[in-house]
């Protein structure tokens, strides 16, 4: 038992929790895997302490197939919520990664054990909680760690992006009239799909309008394509087309035989469904009718982040307003309340948050910082990988979309006069919602 946060002194039993984690789940299913491996040599580890009054708790902790760059991972959400409740004393891994290869999330693990006295032991490089010296050698190893992390994922990056220059299909969701390649490595035609994927190119040319085609579309009961994702093995797809679902589907490249990859077009390896001329004439409707729309305006007040936008001196709401010289109108946000902060430009607070959306799908530090903000407020089962090709949609989506894809991410963006920064806040259900509604 506990007594104000501290066990009594004539408890001598320390109870020991083994963590363990592979990254992959190759090898798993063998007799003796890694996690087996990993957990004796704690299990040794915990008898030498024997002593000392260590015991080794039956429970197991297990996570195969998990990276160590987060915390989102089942078995360690376990152990943390043993420890919250008392039920631990010590957590025992093989090596420091084991446990995090993030500085921060480490970091904050460590706060955690330290909030209900559970100490933190590596077996192999013999380090330990219990002292500063310990505590300073284990920050400075999760450091290289990371670091190390951060060097494979650039590799990878670079690795993927030579594969995409040379027309090779890296992975992703699979597109209407394509299956994965059973043998690995690439997309092959599914031929009934494929039949639909013409049709609805013709469609639309011949409706010369993506509201009127979705309409058919529905008619006839077709929907986006259909699978089951490689990771998590969960049912995604087969929702009835939206205009910017069906946008995505005509300005793909994928069906002339090519791929794109940061703003770049290469000849692909896949076979293409549609002809150069119907997929040209699709692109030459599509920007005409762009053109045409691009008078409506993003919505009454052309004013992208209406009722999100809040000054951080004063915490009140910025709203939008203009003035006019001449024949130029110039648009301006400004404080509600009667501080410094004054109006700002409308088009440079704009711009900045539409160049951040837009990166969404490629920038993997925005990635992360998405990941903190949404598990802070309490959404753990988040996969930011079914955006990963968000800057082409982000491309393909009228200003009125846009502003519309902006309100559903963000729930405030907070601009500082003092610091003359931007920050953006994003809701809890606003990434699952736009995949299912705009990626699917």
């Given at each position: 038992?506990?007594?104000?946060?501290?066990?009594?002194?004539?408890?001598?039993?320390?109870?020991?929790?083994?963590?363990?984690?592979?990254?992959?789940?190759?090898?798993?299913?063998?007799?003796?895997?890694?996690?087996?491996?990993?957990?004796?040599?704690?299990?040794?580890?915990?008898?030498?302490?024997?002593?000392?009054?260590?015991?080794?708790?039956?429970?197991?902790?297990?996570?195969?197939?998990?990276?160590?760059?987060?915390?989102?991972?089942?078995?360690?959400?376990?152990?943390?919520?043993?420890?919250?409740?008392?039920n631990i004393d010590c957590v025992v891994v093989y090596k420091v990664d084991?446990?995090?290869?993030?500085?921060?999330?480490?970091?904050?693990?460590?706060?955690?054990?330290?909030?209900?006295?559970?100490?933190?032991?590596?077996?192999?490089?013999?380090?330990?909680?219990?002292?500063?010296?310990?505590?300073?050698?284990?920050?400075?190893?999760?450091?290289?760690?990371?670091?190390?992390?951060?060097?494979?994922?650039?590799?990878?990056?670079?690795?993927?992006?030579?594969?995409?220059?040379?027309?090779?299909?890296?992975?992703?969701?699979?597109?209407?009239?394509?299956?994965?390649?059973?043998?690995?490595?690439?997309i092959v035609v599914n031929e009934d799909e494929a039949i639909?994927?013409?049709?609805?190119?013709?469609?639309?040319?011949?409706?010369?309008?993506?509201?009127?085609?979705?309409?058919?579309?529905?008619?006839?009961?077709?929907?986006?394509?259909?699978?089951?994702?490689?990771?998590?093995?969960?049912?995604?797809?087969?929702?009835?087309?939206?205009?910017?679902?069906?946008?995505?589907?005509?300005?793909?490249?994928?069906?002339?035989?090519?791929?794109?990859?940061?703003?770049?077009?290469?000849?692909?390896?896949?076979?293409?469904?549609?002809?150069?001329?119907?997929?040209?004439?699709?692109?030459?409707?599509?920007?005409?009718?762009?053109?045409?729309?691009?008078?409506?305006?993003?919505?009454?007040?052309?004013?992208?982040?209406?009722?999100?936008?809040?000054?951080?001196?004063?915490?009140?709401?910025?709203?939008?307003?203009?003035?006019?010289?001449?024949?130029?109108?110039?648009?301006?946000?400004?404080?509600?309340?009667?501080?410094?902060?004054?109006?700002?430009?409308?088009?440079?607070?704009?711009?900045?948050?539409?160049?951040?959306?837009?990166?969404?799908?490629?920038?993997?530090?925005?990635?992360?910082?998405?990941?903190?903000?949404?598990?802070?407020?309490?959404?753990?089962?988040?996969?930011?990988?079914?955006?990963?090709?968000?800057?082409?949609?982000?491309?393909?989506?009228?200003?009125?979309?846009?502003?519309?894809?902006?309100?559903?991410?963000?729930?405030?963006?907070?601009?500082?006069?003092?610091?003359?920064?931007?920050?953006?806040?994003?809701?809890?259900?606003?990434?699952?919602?736009?995949?299912?509604?705009?990626?699917?």
């Amino acid at each position: 038992m506990k007594r104000n946060g501290r066990k009594d002194a004539a408890e001598k039993t320390v109870r020991c929790a083994i963590y363990t984690r592979k990254s992959t789940e190759e090898g798993l299913d063998s007799d003796f895997s890694t996690l087996d491996a990993q957990r004796e040599s704690a299990e040794a580890y915990i008898a030498s302490q024997k002593g000392s009054g260590w015991v080794c708790l039956p429970d197991r902790f297990d996570d195969g197939g998990f990276s160590g760059g987060n915390t989102d991972r089942p078995a360690l959400q376990r152990l943390l919520a043993e420890v919250e409740s008392g039920n631990i004393d010590c957590v025992v891994v093989y090596k420091v990664d084991r446990l995090s290869r993030s500085i921060v999330d480490f970091g904050r693990l460590l706060e955690t054990f330290d909030k209900h006295d559970c100490t933190f032991v590596s077996v192999t490089e013999h380090f330990t909680t219990t002292t500063p010296a310990g505590r300073m050698t284990l920050n400075l190893m999760v450091s290289f760690a990371q670091y190390e992390r951060e060097m494979i994922s650039e590799r990878t990056r670079d690795k993927m992006g030579a594969a995409r220059r040379r027309g090779k299909w890296i992975g992703g969701y699979p597109v209407l009239g394509y299956d994965r390649d059973p043998d690995g490595g690439g997309i092959v035609v599914n031929e009934d799909e494929a039949i639909q994927v013409r049709a609805t190119f013709d469609l639309y040319l011949e409706k010369a309008s993506l509201l009127e085609t979705v309409k058919e579309l529905r008619k006839l009961g077709w929907v986006n394509k259909q699978f089951v994702s490689k990771k998590r093995g969960v049912p995604r797809g087969g929702k009835p087309f939206t205009r910017a679902t069906l946008s995505y589907l005509l300005k793909n490249v994928v069906y002339v035989g090519r791929v794109r990859f940061k703003g770049e077009v290469f000849d692909g390896e896949q076979e293409a469904i549609v002809t150069d001329e119907t997929f040209a004439n699709v692109q030459e409707q599509l920007r005409r009718n762009t053109l045409a729309g691009s008078s409506l305006g993003r919505n009454k007040s052309n004013a992208l982040l209406k009722g999100i936008l809040r000054c951080a001196s004063c915490g009140a709401g910025m709203t939008p307003t203009y003035t006019r010289k001449g024949d130029r109108k110039y648009r301006y946000y400004q404080c509600r309340d009667t501080c410094s902060t004054g109006a700002i430009p409308a088009g440079e607070v704009e711009r900045f948050v539409e160049e951040k959306i837009a990166r969404i799908g490629s920038d993997q530090k925005l990635q992360r910082e998405i990941v903190r903000q949404l598990q802070e407020q309490g959404c753990d089962d988040i996969d930011t990988s079914i955006l990963e090709d968000f800057e082409v949609l982000w491309g393909s989506l009228t200003p009125k979309e846009r502003v519309r894809v902006v309100q559903l991410l963000l729930e405030r963006v907070t601009y500082d006069p003092d610091e003359e920064t931007i920050a953006l806040r994003f809701r809890p259900s606003g990434i699952e919602t736009l995949a299912e509604e705009f990626v699917e």
